[in-house]
């Protein structure tokens, strides 16, 4: 929470002067979404210069079992048009490969935001990174497969409410 506030002081200082739409990546960013806005809000509201602050949520979809698929899919949102001169806040939960940010950010980039920056929870340390960065980073994390906090391994262990390494034994237990 400490790092999350942080990166939320970081955030308003970099885009506060203007219409700001927080941009959701579902599901595993909710909850980093949700504790995220709440400091963004309460730095917002007691600034001088107060911007709207608008939120929509997306879907992508990338994995299957603890791998990376070729194909990411974008489900749901508003028009994206509706992004055109705002600064848009794409908020993560984790970046691995890069692959996902990377092709969200090129649709996106169509659409005429004034400024686009993203914030990912977690970024792996992993050789099958494209080498893509995102703007704000919570923390970086060893290569191994996370969940929790709402992470998930198909779908399960999204409601722990910590991050933790999903051991091999889990991983056969919960394969689809
Ligand atoms: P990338 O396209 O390889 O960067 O993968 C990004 C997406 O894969 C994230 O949005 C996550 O949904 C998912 N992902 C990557 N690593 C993990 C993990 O360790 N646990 C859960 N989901 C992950
Ligand atoms: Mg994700």
Not at 114 to 130: C, E, G, H, I, W
């Given at each position: 929470m400490d790092r999350t506030e942080r990166l939320a002081r970081d955030i308003i200082r970099d885009m506060g002067g203007h219409h700001i739409v927080a941009l959701c990546v579902l599901k595993g960013g909710y909850k980093f979404f949700a504790d995220l806005l709440d400091y963004i809000k309460a730095l917002n509201q007691n600034s001088d210069k107060s911007v709207p602050l608008t939120v929509d949520f997306i879907r992508v979809k990338s994995y299957c079992n603890d791998k990376s698929t070729n194909s990411v899919k974008v489900i749901g949102g508003d028009e994206l048009s509706n992004l055109s001169g705002k600064n848009v806040l794409i908020v993560e939960d984790i970046v691995e490969t890069g692959r996902t940010m990377q092709t969200l950010l090129s649709l996106l980039s169509e659409c005429n935001p004034?400024?686009?920056?993203?914030?990912?929870?977690?970024?792996?340390?992993?050789?099958?990174?494209?080498g893509y960065r995102p703007d704000y980073i919570g923390f970086e994390v060893p290569d191994a497969f996370l969940v929790g906090y709402a992470l998930d391994y198909n779908e399960y262990f999204r409601d722990l409410s910590h991050i933790c390494i999903l051991n091999d034994q889990a991983?056969?237990?919960y394969k689809v």
């Open positions: 004034k400024m686009v920056k993203v914030v990912s929870l977690l970024v792996k340390r992993t050789p099958r990174s494209s991983k056969e237990k």
